[in-house]
Structures are given as structure tokens and as C-alpha cells.
């Protein structure tokens, strides 16, 4: 049922009606007499309750209450909130002379020019730098540079920075002179908005007594934010038919999702798939996409920071593609032109230097090894 509500003027109203209704006599409401001030106070009053009201009735819904009150809404179904994620990329450690070995510990810090976000450097034993011994990373003399893996210290969005943000070194590295960040760091996400708790709580609760592809998709996006998924049923990870099995691809966002990662998502749908079925956590199929194309700027002075958005603009959007989406050719230029107002025209848009959408395996997903804006 809904509440009827009502403002100062209608509470005043209906009080003086009814008040004079049940008087034998003419009443005296006008404006300053007693008699109006007393009903004037009973409907601030009436308001201040009917706040109250409203208040109890926005925390006890999960349609309306929001925050706190909605984590302890959805606490009562033990669901929690995900919580945010820190973004994560690469940076380059570079010298000036590069006559004698230097190290780059495990944990060493890096900022923006601004100082305003800070990066730690993490552990990655496929790189060909890595010391397991020194718990660190070794460039090697007569080496310029090194790259490394670092994520942000302070989880959430404001972690992703773009390329070249990144320019301070927190404290000395003997034989490092400067670093820098040749791609943006992405996959920072702040913790799960209001909305999508409430969108993922309607598939938690529709496929709670399910063993569907819904309660799979459920279960994986309540492991974390940022994910993709697609669930092929009666198949092996080989892509060969058997019937009872499934597997679900899961990306992150990076086209190479760790195995922890993967584990997660695994103990989730472990706990919802059907009996008698057997199931693979794989991450999906790497297509890489080169893409160049030219643009033309109504002011030369311009053109520099256009290449820049329509660059940034591109790889955003060929990174953020889905599982099983193709790359269509077409819609390369009209990024450009939706990047920068500055852009005029654009011309020879190729994709591995092709003009023709670039079409993925079912389980692949498309990132940019290179987009190149002349």
C-alpha cells in the first residue's frame, strides 16, 4: 500500500475543516489567531512524524535503504557487499648509466607526478628479472631498464591512472634514476554500488534452490567485481562434446586471470553445481588486436592531446569486450571521432592490418597489443 503523504498546507487544511466542522460557531482561523497557531504546530508536528516514518520505511527495504542499511539488510540472506579492487599494471625502472647491476625489491613504492597515488612493486616469478633469493627484481648491467608488475596501494577506481602518470620514486634506488609507466594501470574498481547489490541479490535469490546457469553466474559474480563469464554446458575444456560436464571462462579484465583467481571462482561454483555433472575453471582464449588508424584535428596545436584521448578511448573500449565479442572494424572511428571534438576525420583504420572485424573464439576476449593513432 502506499503512503499517502502530505505536506504543511494540506495537514493545515484538513485540520481547520475538521476542527470547524465540528464547531456549532464560526471559527476564528485566520493567519496569527490562537487557534491557527495551535494547528499550524500540530501539522509541523505531524511532518516531523511523518519523517520518521519515511526513515523507518527507506532502512527496512532493500529497494530503498541504502549503505550500512542495506549491507544489514542483505547480511540477513548472508550476503555481503564486494568489496573494492585494487588496480594493477606495470612500471619501468630505468638509469642513466647502465654500467653496474641494481635491485628493485619486492615492495618498493612509486607515485604519480602529483603524489597523489602511490604503487607497490609485486612479486611475479615469470619474470625474467625476478630473484626468488633477493625477493626482488635484478637489472642487470649494461640493461637500461626493467619492468615490473606494481598495483595500487589504495583500492578503488582512483588507482587507475593513465600511461605516463606514474613518475616518482618513493625512496632511493641505488642505480635507478627514474620510472615511468608505459601502459595504464586498469582493473581498479571501488566497492559494489547500491544498485548492483541489489541486482546481484535478485539472481542470489532466484537461483538459490537452481544447479543453473544462473546460479552459476551468480556464484561467479559474487566471487569478485570486474568479472565476465560464459558458461558452455555439455562441453570439455577442449571444446569436444560430453555430456554432465561444463566449463566457465572467467576474465578479470586482463585477458590472464591468476590461479587464484580461478581457484576462487571454482569454490563458488563447487558449492552451487549440479550433482553427478564435473565442471573446469579455465581463463579465456587471448586474441591480440593491433590497431592503427589516422586522424586529422581542426587545430594543429591539438593534435597531440587527440591522439592521446582517441588512444586511451580505444583501448578501453577493445578491453572492456566481453568474453565470445567481436571487435567490430567499424566502430574504431567512431571511438575516434567520440574521443576528442577536435577530431575532423579519420581514415585507414585497419585491425592486424586488416580492414574486417576481428572475430574471437567462443571463449576468447580481445585486448590491444598495440593501438597506433597517427
Same mark, same amino acid.
Given at each position: 500500500?502506499?503512503?499517502?503523504?502530505?505536506?504543511?498546507?494540506?495537514?493545515?487544511?484538513?485540520?481547520?475543516?475538521?476542527?470547524?466542522?465540528?464547531?456549532?460557531?464560526?471559527?476564528?482561523?485566520?493567519?496569527?489567531?490562537?487557534?491557527?497557531?495551535?494547528?499550524?504546530?500540530?501539522?509541523?508536528?505531524?511532518?516531523?512524524?511523518?519523517?520518521?516514518?519515511l526513515?523507518?520505511?527507506?532502512?527496512?527495504?532493500?529497494?530503498?535503504?541504502?549503505?550500512?542499511?542495506?549491507?544489514?539488510?542483505?547480511?540477513?540472506?548472508?550476503?555481503?557487499?564486494?568489496? +573494492? &579492487?585494487?588496480? =594493477? $599494471?606495470? @612500471?619501468?625502472?630505468?638509469r642513466?648509466?647502465?654500467?653496474? #647491476? !641494481?635491485?628493485?625489491? *619486492?615492495?618498493?613504492?612509486?607515485?604519480?607526478?602529483?603524489?597523489t597515488?602511490?604503487?607497490t612493486?609485486?612479486?611475479?616469478?615469470?619474470?625474467?628479472?625476478?630473484?626468488a633469493?633477493?625477493?626482488?627484481?635484478?637489472?642487470?648491467?649494461?640493461?637500461?631498464?626493467?619492468?615490473?608488475?606494481?598495483?595500487?596501494? +589504495? &583500492?578503488?577506481a =582512483? $588507482?587507475? @591512472?593513465?600511461?605516463?602518470?606514474?613518475?616518482?620514486?618513493? #625512496? !632511493?634506488?641505488?642505480? *635507478?634514476?627514474?620510472?615511468t609507466?608505459?601502459?595504464?594501470?586498469?582493473?581498479?574498481?571501488?566497492?559494489?554500488?547500491?544498485?548492483?547489490?541489489?541486482?546481484?541479490?535478485?539472481?542470489?535469490i532466484?537461483?538459490?534452490?537452481?544447479?543453473?546457469?544462473?546460479?552459476?553466474?551468480?556464484?561467479?559474480?559474487?566471487t569478485?567485481?570486474?568479472?565476465?563469464?560464459? @558458461?558452455?554446458e555439455?562441453?570439455?575444456?577442449?571444446?569436444?562434446?560430453?555430456?554432465?560436464?561444463?566449463?566457465?571462462?572467467?576474465?578479470?579484465?586482463?585477458?590472464?586471470p591468476?590461479?587464484?583467481?580461478?581457484?576462487?571462482?571454482?569454490?563458488?561454483?563447487?558449492?552451487?553445481?549440479?550433482?553427478?555433472?564435473?565442471?573446469?575453471?579455465?581463463?579465456?582464449?587471448?586474441?591480440?588486436?593491433?590497431?592503427?588508424?589516422?586522424?586529422?584535428?581542426?587545430?594543429?596545436?591539438?593534435h597531440?592531446d587527440?591522439?592521446?584521448a582517441?588512444t586511451?578511448?580505444?583501448?578501453?573500449?577493445?578491453?572492456?569486450?566481453?568474453?565470445?565479442?567481436?571487435?567490430?572494424?567499424?566502430?574504431?572511428?567512431?571511438?575516434?571521432?567520440?574521443?576528442?571534438a577536435?577530431?575532423?576525420?579519420?581514415?585507414?583504420?585497419?585491425?592486424?592490418?586488416?580492414?574486417?572485424?576481428?572475430?574471437?573464439?567462443?571463449?576468447?576476449?580481445?585486448?590491444?597489443?598495440?593501438?597506433?593513432?597517427?
Open positions: 500500500m502506499q503512503l499517502p503523504l502530505r505536506n504543511f498546507t494540506s495537514l493545515v487544511s484538513a485540520a481547520a475543516a475538521a476542527v470547524q466542522g465540528a464547531a456549532r460557531q464560526l471559527l476564528d482561523l485566520s493567519p496569527g489567531s490562537v487557534l491557527r497557531a495551535v494547528l499550524e504546530a500540530n501539522a509541523s508536528l505531524a511532518l516531523w512524524l511523518q519523517w520518521l516514518v526513515q523507518v520505511l527507506q532502512m527496512t527495504r532493500a529497494a530503498t535503504s541504502a549503505g550500512g542499511d542495506l549491507d544489514s539488510w542483505m547480511a540477513d540472506f548472508s550476503l555481503t557487499r564486494l568489496p +573494492a &579492487v585494487a588496480a =594493477a $599494471g606495470s @612500471v619501468t625502472f630505468s642513466f648509466t647502465p654500467t653496474q #647491476a !641494481a635491485f628493485i625489491p *619486492v615492495g618498493t613504492t612509486v607515485r604519480t607526478a602529483d603524489a597515488q602511490t604503487f612493486v609485486t612479486a611475479d616469478a615469470t619474470n625474467a628479472a625476478w630473484s633469493d633477493q625477493n626482488g627484481y635484478v637489472l642487470a648491467a649494461g640493461l637500461a631498464g626493467v619492468t615490473v608488475p606494481a598495483a595500487a596501494q +589504495a &583500492v578503488g =582512483a $588507482g587507475n @591512472v593513465q600511461a605516463g602518470a606514474i613518475s616518482l620514486i618513493a #625512496a !632511493a634506488i641505488v642505480g *635507478v634514476d627514474s620510472v609507466n608505459a601502459f595504464a594501470f586498469t582493473g581498479g574498481l571501488d566497492a559494489e554500488a547500491d544498485a548492483a547489490l541489489r541486482a546481484r541479490f535478485r539472481d542470489y532466484n537461483s538459490r534452490s537452481r544447479a543453473t546457469p544462473l546460479a552459476i553466474g551468480a556464484a561467479v559474480a559474487a569478485r567485481q570486474g568479472l565476465s563469464w560464459l @558458461v558452455q555439455n562441453t570439455l575444456p577442449n571444446g569436444s562434446t560430453r555430456m554432465g560436464s561444463f566449463v566457465v571462462t572467467v576474465d578479470d579484465g586482463s585477458g590472464a591468476s590461479a587464484a583467481l580461478l581457484a576462487a571462482v571454482a569454490n563458488s561454483v563447487e558449492a552451487v553445481r549440479p550433482a553427478g555433472t564435473s565442471y573446469a575453471v579455465v581463463a579465456p582464449t587471448v586474441v591480440n588486436a593491433a590497431i592503427s588508424l589516422t586522424i586529422a584535428t581542426a587545430s594543429p596545436t591539438g597531440a587527440a591522439v592521446a582517441v586511451a578511448a580505444i583501448a578501453a573500449w577493445v578491453n572492456a569486450l566481453p568474453i565470445g565479442a567481436t571487435l567490430a572494424w567499424s566502430r574504431i572511428a567512431q571511438i575516434a571521432y567520440g574521443a576528442s577536435d577530431v575532423v576525420n579519420v581514415t585507414g583504420v585497419q585491425i592486424n592490418g586488416a580492414t574486417a572485424d576481428l572475430v574471437p573464439p567462443a571463449t576468447g576476449v580481445i585486448t590491444t597489443s598495440s593501438v597506433l593513432v597517427a
